[in-house]
């Protein structure tokens, strides 16, 4: 093979899959960090859009009188002002994020796939590009939810990775969009287990000898199997030194850890208990009462990773930003919380909220509730989960807020 690790002849080519909120906040710190290694990134990144049309307002410094309210692209919205006007309003975009619509051309030839939008559009998105990536690509989720199939609960990373045939982590944080697309200081945490086939000798070798098996334990505690295609050695590697020059920047401290599963599962469930806050406190409970319903969804989160998950998960995740932290955000400030408590106070669904108030970004806790629900419900285990269960009942309509408390008696 061509190349050393000390002389590699490509650089990494960065697509972002998904422009929401937290998409484009991605795509910008990525990009700003992509320009400062330049020896390592291509500096151009590119983010897929799913198109739609747009309409600039008259009171926008991006408004042109020739255009005036016709609909224009998004996509070419974004290229024109560096600005995506609909998902990241006022954030002035890097110009080396390109806005692309076609998903095939996003991904073409790129190295490093960062996953980044509402989880229940990612199996379409694995559907389209399968076998049109490269096959030594590597993935980072930064998807928070969990897919659900027949009794069978999967990482998203997991799913990525299986459907693609590639390795892919995870990427998870106390993170609100808007706060770190200002450059508010945050921390994050990325899980990520660096395939044995693509750790590097000394000598220029790569994988120490390992062929490019990788395997991972599914929710059902069955072994999987994937055939890795490895890192070519004429590319930098991807590993946790690498990906920490990708992500962290002087606002968006990087912990790199390795447990994929915690970091995953933290991320996915902390949107049922930021749901149940946001109805604790639309009730007129307090900071009091949200706490208690952290304490026991915090409990519960680690009992479902305990329990379907064993003999991957480690218990420090939980004290990273991915663990205690995002919960906290999560229950005080992020989307999932906030309309749940308007929802409430409002009396109207969750539904009804997302669709009048939210300009078409997803609240993730309600399907993550109705899947986490489903295969808790399969294996009959439910009532070992009595907060996840009373988050549905909310959000079914059998279940009032009210009666939390008794969900705490002995
Ligand atoms: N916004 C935030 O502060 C944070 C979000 N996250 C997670 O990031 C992930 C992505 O969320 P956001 O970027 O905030 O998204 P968002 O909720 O702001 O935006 C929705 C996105 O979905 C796209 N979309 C709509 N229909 C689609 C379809 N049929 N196929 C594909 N895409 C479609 C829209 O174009 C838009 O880009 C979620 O899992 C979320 O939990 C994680 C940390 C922070
Ligand atoms: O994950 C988040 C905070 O860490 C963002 O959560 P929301 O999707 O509820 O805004």
Known sequence: MAGSPDSPRHKHKVTVVGSGNWGTTVAKLVAENTRAHSDTFEEDVQMWVYEENVTIPPDSPH?????????????????????????????????????????????????????????????????????????????????????????????????????????????????????????????????????????????????????????????????????????????????????????????????????????????????????????IEGHGWNMTAKTAVMRRGMLETIQFCQDFFPETIQEMTFWESAGWSDMIVSCTSARNWRYSKMAAERGVSLHEVERTELNGQKLQGISTTKEVMSFLKARGVQDKYPLFKAVEGIVDGTFEVKDIPVLFRQ
């Not at 929710?219 to 590993?239: E, F, M, N, W």
Request: charged share 20%; proline share 6%; net charge negative.
């Open 63 to 279: 408004y042109d009188a020739a255009v005036g309210d016709q609909p224009q692209k998004l996509t070419s919205v974004i290229n024109t002002h560096h600005e995506n006007v609909k998902y990241l309003p006022k954030i002035a975009l890097p110009s080396n994020v390109v806005a692309n619509p076609s998903l095939l051309d996003a991904v073409k030839d790129s190295s490093i796939l960062i996953f980044n939008l509402p989880h229940e559009f990612i199996g379409n998105v694995c559907k389209q590009i399968k076998g049109h990536i490269l096959p030594s690509a590597r993935g980072i989720s930064c998807i928070k939810g969990v897919t659900v199939t027949e009794d069978k609960v999967e990482l998203i990373s997991e799913y990525i990775g299986e459907s693609l045939g590639i390795y892919c982590g995870a990427l998870s944080g106390a993170n609100i969009a808007n706060e770190i697309a200002n450059e508010l200081w945050c921390e994050t945490t990325i899980a990520y287990n660096t395939p044995p086939c693509d750790r590097r000798g000394e000598n220029g070798t790569n994988g120490n000898g390992a062929n490019g098996d990788h395997h991972h334990r599914d929710a059902r505690g069955q072994i999987s199997k994937t055939q890795l295609t490895p890192v070519p050695l004429d590319y930098p590697p991807v590993d946790h030194a690498e990906l920490y020059k990708l992500f962290d920047r002087p606002y968006f401290t990087v912990s790199m850890v390795s447990d994929v599963v915690g970091v995953s599962l933290a991320g996915a469930l902390k949107n049922i208990v930021a749901l149940a806050c946001g109805f």
